[in-house]
Every structure is written in C-alpha cells, then in structure tokens.
C-alpha cells in the first residue's frame, strides 16, 4: 500500500473512510504493538492543542515509533521568520511522518504539496480538523452499529464549529438526517446548507432546545457556544442559558441515544448528565487513541490486511 | 472606415483586443505583462461603445496570445473580444474561456489562508462558470471572480 497523506475528510470515498474505521476497530482490540518501530513520528503544533498533540503523541507511542516535535511556534523557528516550507522540509529530512496544527487555514494541504513524507493535519485554524472528525464518525459507529441513516443533532455554535462542518461533509456517503439546533447568531451558513442540498442530505433548522425537538435523535452533537463570537452581547446573554443539556432534558431519549462532544466543554452539558447512560463524550475521546492509530497506519501505507496480521501485538 | 472614426492605427499583424469595460484597460495590461513586450503596443481607452458603455482597445503588433495568457483575462474582463490580424485582416475571433484553474493570477479574500500568509502561488478551482464563482484550493473558501484581487 502507498503512502498517503490525511489532510482533510470530506474528499475521502465512503470506502475509505470504512476502510478507517476498520482499522481503528483492530486498534481497539490491540491498541500496544510495535508496528511503528524504527519510525520517527514529528508532532508540530504551532499553535498549542494539549490534547490533541497528546492524542497524537499517545497514538505514536503505543504503536511503537518515536516522537520529536514541539508544541508552540514561539519554540520553533517560525519566530525567527522562517517560512513554513523550509520548517516542513527541514522537519522531513529527520521523521517519517509529520502531524501538524497550524493557525492558518490551508496550511496543512500546502505542507502535503511540498513535504516528501506523509502529512497528518491535526487542525488548521477555523479550516479542518480531520482526525477529530474521524473520531466523531468512529464513535457514531461503534456505539450505533452503522453510520446509515441516522438522526444526527447538531447544537450549539453551527457557525464556526469546524467540527460540525467536517461531520456533515463525512456523512453525505450515509444518508443520514441532520438536525441544526441554534441561536440565530449561530446559525449553520448557507454554504453548508447548500453543501447538504447538493449532495440530497436532508435537514431541518430548529432554535428551540428541549426534550421533544431531541426525542428522535441517535447521536446528539452539542458544541460549546463561545461569548467571544457575538457581535451582539445582549443576544449572547438571552440565549447562553438555552443550549445547556440537562439531564431531566432526556427522558424522551431513544435507548441507542447517545451524546457526544469533541471537548473541552465549559457548561453545555451539565455534570449531572455525566452519569446518564447516553453520556458517550468521555469515551468519545478515548476513540481519539484507536482513530490516530488508525491515521499513522493508514498514511504510512501500512493496510488493515497488515494489521489484522501484525506479529508486534504487545499483550 | 474613415479617418475621423478610426480609433487607433491598424495594425499589419497580431492582436487587437476589443471591448474591454474602460475601467478594466490597465488590469489587462498588466495580466498579458503588456509591459515587458518590445513589440508596438497602441492603448486606447474610454471609447464609446454600445456593448460596454465606455471601452478600452488594445492593438499589439506580432503577437498573438496562448489560450492560456488569454484564460487570465477572465478575472477582469470575460467579455473581450481578442481579433487575430493578418496582413490587415481579421482572421480570426477569440473569446476568453473561463479556465478550470486560475494559477498564481488572483489573491484569496481571507486575510487567515495560507497563500496570504507564505510566499507561494494562489490556486483556485473554478466552482460555477456561469455565476463566477472561484474557491480557494487551500483554505476552501469560495469567492466571487469580481471582487478578488490580482496578484
């Protein structure tokens, strides 16, 4: 198998994204081998992302390769006015594989134009954040069996939620239905209303958030809603108390309901959800470790066939 | 035609580019690097015509452009006209082709896409010809060809 680089999802065929979640399944059953060893995995995070540069670095590590990197540009030589190229470039000549975060939107697809070795994008600003959206598809289908025709609720900040963007673009292959739960000001933007007209993903817009506009849900999505992106702190105040899950909102949830979050959150799902049985956030994350695995695998050209085969599986 | 109604001097050989909006004369100019010929050039502009209101002409001695030089002229001006002149005459008429791909031609809008931020060239994928609708190969973002700006 080739090499490949993993720059964004919403490319990707329905078969290779279940090729992926294959993968991460075997993961899931042995996530400690040495199927990496000898590699050296590159984490450069120019902009910090404690978590996912854990993530990724957990997912090298439990795989066997060793790490280099660095989780600030203040420490790399962006600060000395360095291009991005020559940093990528100079980065290839020491590692197999590169995982990068980048503020600027676009960065990682330019890194995978002129990288000799594969690119992970690990998030570039408002762009895309591939891996996190892996996670989310991995999660919908290991807790709900499929990834067809689900009820898929979307709530919070719809506008400048990467991830929420991301999801809709990877699910167009499943014929699920989207439902678009928010604020005004937070509105999902037409474009990804027209992607959804397009591509015949069906969806319906609500502002109200209750118990009965979420009782038909498989997976509920919430996302934090951020003081900082309301033009209008008035609107901000009305509506920052509307988008709270609270536990007594899911008595009307189906049994296979489940609740993600890409985290951190703040005070969207009240802690007393957190013993609720639909409560899948912390897990979700969890998924994160099997997801990456999955990616480094899959970018390094090593097959699911290989996987399934792996003689490194430390038990 | 008569002395009084020719424009500018005909040309033996090469290219007369016709109804360019006047506003958009110099931007076609720079996008064919008009500039850097050693051939005659004529410019003319704010003429008035009934297809732009006011037009520019351009008439180049022993040029004759690539599809590809005449592509870039969409940005700004997809309505020209480009006449191929030999020995005096119209041999041909070309009209400009919005191309699949503009390279290192127009700026991205959005001040965060790596291409305003790296010294690198700008590709854009044309997403709707018929509504002039371009999007950014790295950041996504689609853009309307009237209101991007030239490298």
């Given at each position: 198998m080739e090499n490949h680089n993993f720059v964004t999802i919403a490319d990707l065929s329905k078969e290779i994204v279940l090729y992926l979640l294959q993968m991460a399944q075997e993961f899931e059953k042995h996530p400690n081998r040495e199927i990496l060893k000898?590699?050296?995995?590159?984490?450069?995070?120019f902009e910090p992302s404690t978590r996912t540069q854990l993530s990724f670095q957990t997912a090298a590590n439990r795989l066997g390769a060793r790490v280099i990197g660095f989780s600030d540009a203040k420490t790399s030589s962006t600060t000395k006015g360095e291009t991005l190229k020559d940093t990528i470039l100079m980065v290839s000549n020491y590692a197999d594989i590169i995982a990068m975060r980048h503020f600027i939107e676009g960065a990682a697809q330019y890194a995978s134009e002129v990288a000799p070795i594969p690119i992970i994008n690990a998030g570039d600003g408002a762009h895309m954040h591939p891996s996190q959206c892996l996670l989310d598809l991995?999660?919908?289908?290991?807790?709900?069996?499929?990834?067809?025709?689900?009820?898929?609720?979307?709530v919070g900040d719809l506008k400048y939620g990467r991830t929420v963007h991301s999801l809709i673009m990877a699910m167009r292959h499943f014929n699920p239905t989207f439902h678009f739960i928010a604020p005004k000001e937070l509105a999902m933007p037409q474009e990804y209303k027209l992607y959804c007209k397009e591509n015949q993903i069906k969806f319906q817009e609500h502002t109200a958030?209750?118990?009965?506009?979420?009782?038909?849900?498989d997976i509920?999505?919430?996302?934090?809603?951020?003081?900082?992106?309301?033009?209008?702190?008035?609107?901000?105040?009305?509506?920052?108390?509307?988008?709270?899950?609270?536990?007594?909102?899911?008595?009307?949830?189906?049994?296979?309901?489940?609740?993600?979050?890409?985290?951190?959150?703040?005070?969207?799902?009240?802690?007393?959800?957190?013993?609720?049985?639909?409560?899948?956030?912390?897990?979700?994350?969890?998924?994160?470790?099997?997801?990456?695995?999955?990616?480094?695998?899959?970018?390094?050209?090593?097959?699911?066939?290989?996987?399934?085969?792996?003689?490194?599986?430390?038990k | 035609m008569n002395k009084k109604e020719r424009l500018v001097a005909a040309i033996k050989n090469g290219t007369v580019i016709d109804h360019i909006p006047a506003e958009k004369t110099y931007q076609v100019v720079a996008l064919l690097e008009l500039d850097k010929l050693t051939t005659p050039v004529t410019i003319g502009n704010y003429f008035e015509s009934k297809?732009?209101?006011?037009?520019?002409?351009?008439?180049?001695?022993?040029?004759?452009?690539?599809?590809?030089?005449?592509?870039r002229l969409s940005v700004v001006a997809p309505k020209v006209v480009l006449n191929i002149i030999?020995?005096?005459?119209?041999?041909?008429?070309?009209?400009?082709?919005?191309?699949?791909?503009?390279?290192?031609?127009?700026?991205?809008?959005?001040?965060?896409?790596?291409?305003?931020?790296?010294?690198?060239?700008?590709?854009?994928?044309?997403?709707?010809?018929?509504?002039?609708?371009?999007?950014?190969?790295?950041?996504?973002?689609?853009?309307?060809?009237?209101?991007?700006k030239l490298c």
């Open positions: 000898g590699k050296v995995v590159a984490t450069l995070f991995y999660s919908i289908y290991k807790t709900q069996g499929t990834l067809e025709n689900l009820n898929i609720y979307l958030f209750n118990e009965k506009v979420i009782a038909d849900a509920l999505y919430m996302t934090r809603v951020q003081k900082e992106r309301f033009s209008d702190l008035m609107e901000y105040e009305r509506v920052k108390n509307s988008y709270i899950l609270k536990n007594d909102m899911l008595s009307l949830a189906k049994p296979n309901m489940k609740i993600l979050h890409p985290l951190p959150r703040v005070n969207e799902i009240a802690y007393d959800v957190d013993a609720n049985p639909h409560a899948y956030y912390i897990q979700q994350a969890k998924n994160g470790l099997f997801a990456r695995e999955a990616i480094f695998c899959y970018c390094l050209g090593i097959s699911l066939e290989d996987i399934k085969n792996d003689k490194t599986i430390i | 297809m732009v209101g006011r037009k520019g002409i351009i008439k180049v001695s022993d040029k004759i452009f690539s599809d590809e030089e005449i592509s030999k020995d005096y005459e119209v041999v041909e008429k070309k009209t400009v082709e919005t191309p699949d791909e503009l390279r290192g031609i127009v700026k991205c809008n959005n001040p965060a896409c790596i291409t305003n931020n790296e010294p690198m060239e700008t590709v854009f994928t044309v997403a709707d010809k018929e509504h002039g609708i371009i999007k950014c190969r790295y950041c996504d973002k689609e853009q309307d060809i009237s209101k991007v």
